[in-house]
T-cell receptor
Framework: GQNIDQPTEMTATEGAIVQINCTYQ??????LFWYQQHAGEAPTFLSY????GLEEKGRFSSFLSRSKGYSYLLLKELQMKDSASYLC???????????FGTGTRLLVSP | KAGVTQTPRYLIKTRGQQVTLSCSPI?????VSWYQQTPGQGLQFLFE???????NKGNFPGRFSGRQFSNSRSEMNVSTLELGDSALYLC???????????FGPGTRLLVL
């Protein structure tokens, strides 16, 4: 089976740093994605990791450890507009079938 | 470059009816995937099309079907609608050789 776990909800304050964790157990692995989804909107692509290590893109970074089945998304210098759900997804077989976690709702307060 | 477009954006149907949703991928993208998003189950994969062929299918009943046209536009159809089919239906497109999928705004379906 396929299983992806991430915390349901997190809170943080403006300007802070937050780390959203994701663990996965899938039948195969062809990459891990992070998407941001504001309420009522479509998911927006944030990052893609297929090799171990850290990928940095502006205020957002994503880390992957394939041996541990673990990833995290790091958001720095939080802004109010970062309040959204963050979805962790794995591609098990490279056939464009993403398996999603249930998402982490992040609330950024002033 | 225009993003993924989906029509209609909102739809209200009654139980037993059928519905057809449309998706136009980003220009040059030939792979189109469909997902269902509900509060309880999150995002779940329905199927994926490439070059008018269904390459992968999720665990949904046969009432859910789809197709892709030669211009890469895709449609999905749900027949004999049930209350539980109320959801946001998202389509995503990608290049064949790349993994990253880009989502459209979705069609919000309400079944009464």
């Amino acid at each position: 089976g396929q299983n992806i776990d991430q915390p349901t909800e997190m809170t943080a304050t403006e300007g802070a740093i937050v780390q959203i964790n994701c663990t996965y157990q899938t039948s195969g692995f062809n990459g891990l994605f992070w998407y941001q989804q504001h309420a009522g909107e479509a998911p927006t692509f944030l990052s893609y990791n297929v090799l171990d290590g850290l990928e940095e893109k502006g205020r957002f970074s994503s880390f992957l450890s394939r041996s541990k089945g673990y990833s995290y998304l790091l958001l720095k210098e939080l802004q109010m507009k970062d309040s959204a759900s963050y979805l962790c997804a794995v591609s098990p077989d490279g056939y464009k079938k993403l398996v999603f976690g249930t998402g982490t709702r992040l609330l950024v307060s002033p | 470059k225009a993003g993924v477009t989906q029509t209609p954006r909102y739809l209200i149907k009654t139980r037993g009816q059928q519905v057809t949703l449309s998706c136009s991928p980003i220009s040059g993208h030939r792979s189109v995937s469909w997902y269902q998003q509900t509060p309880g189950q999150g995002l779940q994969f329905l199927f994926e099309y490439f070059s008018e062929t269904q390459r992968n299918k999720g665990n949904f009943p046969g009432r859910f079907s789809g197709r892709q046209f030669s211009n890469s536009r895709s449609e999905m159809n749900v027949s004999t609608l049930e209350l539980g089919d109320s959801a946001l239906y998202l389509c995503a497109s990608s290049f064949r050789a790349e993994e990253t999928q880009y989502f459209g705004p979705g069609t919000r379906l309400l079944v009464l």
